[in-house]
């Protein structure tokens, strides 16, 4: 686990699950522990989670462990920047998990985004078409 200090007492870390079955492989936000608070032995309970990491769109997520913030974002910076605002003063604990995962919370983010997934994938799935009809 990679563990570091970044801005009002926030503490950020890797965090990698070993343990995933197919189905949470597949569906990670579906994985009742994939937003559970730490285990108190690594990180006092008092400390707020947020959870920051990529959806399948590539787009940044941000969520709180209790799930009542959330937000979908085009830049990690603005992820992060969400988190200090929702942490205020106290400070809390930044996880970025390995896997990519979904937002199952309103979205307190960048509104624009919902906008933009449409386009990505037709601009993806536009792309991979032209370089398959190209070989």
């Not at 200090?5 to 936000?29: C, K, R």
């Not at 309970?45 to 009542?68: M, Q």
Request: net charge neutral; glycine share 8%; proline share 5%.
């Amino acid at each position: 686990m990679n563990v570091q200090a970044t801005g009002h007492a926030m503490i950020a870390m890797s965090l990698t699950y070993v343990s995933f079955s197919e189905s949470q492989t597949a569906n990670p936000a579906a994985s009742p522990t994939c937003f559970q608070p730490l285990d108190p032995a690594v990180i006092n309970a008092s400390i707020p989670v947020f959870f920051v990491g990529r959806n399948r769109d590539g787009f940044w997520l941000a969520r709180d462990a209790k799930g009542e913030h959330g937000g979908i974002f085009l830049f990690k910076s603005s992820a992060l920047a969400f988190v200090r605002r929702a942490c205020r003063q106290a400070g809390c604990a930044t996880i970025f998990p390995s896997e990519r995962f979904e937002l199952d919370v309103e979205n307190q983010g960048n509104r624009f985004v919902d906008y933009l997934k449409p386009l990505l994938r037709l601009v993806t799935s536009a792309g991979n078409g032209a370089t398959d009809g190209g070989a």
